[in-house]
Nanobody, 116 residues
Framework: QVQLAESGGGLVQPGESLRLSCAAS????????MSWARQAPGKGLEWVSG????????DYTDSVKGRFTISRDNAKNTVYLQMNSLKAEDTALYYC?????????WGQGTQVTVSS
């Protein structure tokens, strides 16, 4: 069955960096676009970033453009989210998902907390 396992979350101070990883299994990873989404406390789910199957095209929500970078390693069935210059408003549970315009599966999430 499909499994998406996020890791790399944690507690950091404003301005610091984190790299999230999502290890995928149970499907042909290299054939799927992948996404990251997040849910902040008391708020709805927000799409953060997407990457196409070969990694050649990416996109980001406006609030993270220039700070976050999505990438993937199809040999390792893993998608990453490099998050730099983190802000308090980036605090959320971050989810990995298979798909982009149409999400097919979700991971269980990894918590990112940005606080001084």
């Amino acid at each position: 069955q499909v499994q998406l396992a996020e890791s790399g979350g944690g507690l950091v101070q404003p301005g610091e960096s984190l790299r999230l990883s999502c290890a995928a299994s149970g499907f042909t990873f290299s054939s799927y676009a992948m996404s990251w989404a997040r849910q902040a406390p008391g708020k709805g789910l927000e799409w953060v970033s997407g990457i196409v199957d070969d990694g050649k095209n990416t996109d980001y929500t406006d609030s993270v453009k220039g700070r976050f970078t999505i990438s993937r390693d199809n040999a390792k069935n893993t998608v990453y989210l490099q998050m730099n210059s983190l802000k308090a408003e980036d605090t959320a549970l971050y989810y990995c998902a298979s798909g982009w315009s149409h999400i097919t599966d979700w991971g269980q999430g990894t918590q990112v907390t940005v606080s001084s």
